[in-house]
DNA sequence: TTGATCACCGAAACCGGTTTCGGTTAGCGT
DNA sequence: ACGCTAACCGAAACCGGTTTCGGTGATCAA
């Protein structure tokens, strides 16, 4: 349908092959022909169809972001920001940006790896591994270039970019800490998810390096959504010890928290403080507004991007790793521990305001 | 790199077209060849070249999706939620999906021209058009199949989906007008988006059938975000009789509208009432929870995906064209009039509670 | 004037598939 | 035994580009 290259090599009483070297700088062509070519070409709105190019130059120019499927859940809220990135960065090469639906179920690895065979894609962008993530076995095993969003058990070995769980929830714990906080809970995500695994394991080291209460039930596993982060804070408020501060790891998860507050008649911030993560913009207009540990997420799509670019190109995984900090925004959900609280058993001695 | 269908057809004995004819189920290949080829096929992880193929069979088997791309702005919530849609019913078809920023400035039009030349893709879907939107004049010069997703001007000729906006804002209205509003202002988006249009005419039309007031400074336009929202709320209720209903554009610019008027020392929806548009998830953590009309967004991807793939296969684009409704989504913002308003020279009977 | 050199372009192979066309073989009836 | 047909597969053209290789004409020095 589009005008081809035959149409443009006859039009102009030359032959493809000249064409193509003219339209493609080649010194052999003279600039006169070159000029005479490209004008053609622009004035008759003659574009390579990429199909034939690519067959020809044996590279697919396109890169695949594969989308997290959690079945029954939304798409997390960074997907949208995340592509506007990447898909920045590959504009500037001309390369393609595919989206594909690929779980971790046999099926979805299934069509991956009929993905990466049909030699559609030369390169994966992959978001919130879990634990031991079949994908990232099967990229490595057909040897298809990618770069991870987050990070696995094992992932010295491949390109990934992060931002630092561990380090957020050992801060936060911190910040609590030195508020006065003793008694502090953690509301979890599915630890089959790498993000929360880590996020929890920075949560336990923040509740050692601050020397707080450890108690098995102030860890909740829960939905990774806001019903999840109520239902845990519900079970939290109701224990005989109920502790003074949550940590969530996610906002949405504490946005459920800040409702189970709100139910029971306490104002977040002042009885009960609350810390999320991830930093979404919505965070501010909460009841009240969200302390959160936020997370860089501005440069990621384009980071990958230029990480994944870099694999292609032929450069070692494993000198492309990055990995970012979350900072802490101070909103209204964190404050020092109620005066009045319960004294139990346990020995507490309020050291702030 | 991958196994070619040569290295298949010699390991077999066979010819590259009888392994080809065999693995598309051609008659004239016994029904023991083809098991033998396909048995082969899979065993050694056969999967045809897509550029070759595609090049061959003379359609790029890929859609495109055209990301909204406001400078400075963020991306919309729908997005993501779309694509995962677009996805799956592209997947049931082995298409590919691409994704691509374009907004309407000369040089991202140039690109899309580019991009339909160049053969990559047999279809487009659009969000968020302009009122005059470069990109679908384009797309109708060079032909190219598209659906919209959302409305223009002129939308008579091509396929597309939206939701009434129009109907949406009368009905939000009429609602305020039954609980006992009868000064209400409307938050406006950037009227250039036709969508910003609909929703306007709509709120017209519902003060217009309710015989409200009507004054040209209860109608403010302002950026698209909560910022715009939160400045054009402070506008009117600065106003010397200012209303005593916001209907707003968007959810997130009911959000600012919130804030706004928190900052008074007033609560939306006793002293002023607040009705947002889209039904954001988070709305409902709002403070207070944010009444809104909810569109119904969840099939909006699969639905364009169909209608999309119906026009590529060639049907009138007229015939495609689907217009949801909106619901509204009672939460904690709206409510009757405060009884303490300020009366001026109007006179103005309280009906409700 | 002639032979060598260089600039420039045409011809053709190739990328990896699909599809048309034609030829071989087997099976059948007579 | 022979011809005919149907079943089955090989050969080759084609999709639209890229790239190698070789040939022509002009240019230059001797």
């Not at 079945?71 to 001309?94: I, Q, W």
């Not at 999320?276 to 909460?286: E, M």
């Not at 969200?290 to 799509?301: C, F």
């Amino acid at each position: 349908m589009a005008v081809t290259q035959r149409a443009l090599a006859t039009h102009l009483g030359l032959t493809v092959g000249t064409v193509s070297r003219a339209l493609n700088g080649y010194p052999d062509i003279s600039e006169a022909t070159q000029a005479r070519v490209r004008e053609a070409a622009d004035r008759l709105g003659y574009r390579a169809n990429q199909n034939a190019r690519r067959l020809s130059i044996g590279t697919p120019e396109t890169v695949c972001y594969l989308m997290p499927r959690q079945t029954g859940a939304h798409v997390p809220p960074f997907v949208a920001e995340l592509l506007a990135g990447l898909s920045d960065t590959l504009a500037e090469r001309n390369w393609d940006l595919l989206v594909a639906q690929v779980g971790v179920s046999e099926d979805d690895v299934d069509t991956l790896a009929k993905l990466i065979r049909s030699d559609r894609i030369a390169g994966v962008v992959l978001s919130r591994p879990l634990k031991h993530d079949p994908r990232i076995a099967l990229l490595m095993e057909l040897n298809c270039p990618f770069v991870v969003h987050g990070r696995t058990a094992a992932s010295d070995a491949y390109a990934w970019f992060d931002v630092d769980g561990h380090d957020a929830f050992a801060a936060a714990v911190t910040h609590l800490a030195t508020l006065g906080h003793r008694r502090i809970a953690m509301i979890s995500a599915p630890l089959e998810n790498e993000f929360a695994q880590q996020r929890l394991d920075g949560f336990r080291h923040g509740v050692r390096v601050n020397a707080l209460e450890t108690r098995a039930d102030y860890v909740q596993q829960a939905e990774f959504s806001d019903a999840g982060g109520q239902a845990a804070s519900e079970m939290l408020l109701d224990l005989p010890v109920p502790p003074t501060a949550f940590v969530c790891a996610s906002d949405e998860m504490a946005l459920g928290a800040l409702a189970a507050i709100r139910a029971r008649g306490l104002v977040p911030g002042r009885d009960v403080s609350v810390i999320g993560y991830d930093g979404v913009h919505f965070g501010v207009h909460a009841n009240p507004p969200l302390t959160t540990m936020a997370q860089p997420q501005a440069g990621a799509g384009r980071r990958l991007g230029d990480m994944l670019l870099s694999v292609i190109d032929g450069a070692d995984p494993r000198t492309q790793q990055e990995l970012q900090r979350a900072h802490l925004v101070r909103r209204k959900t964190d404050g020092p521990p109620p005066k009045s609280v319960a004294m139990t058993d346990v020995s507490v001695r309020e050291e702030t305001t």
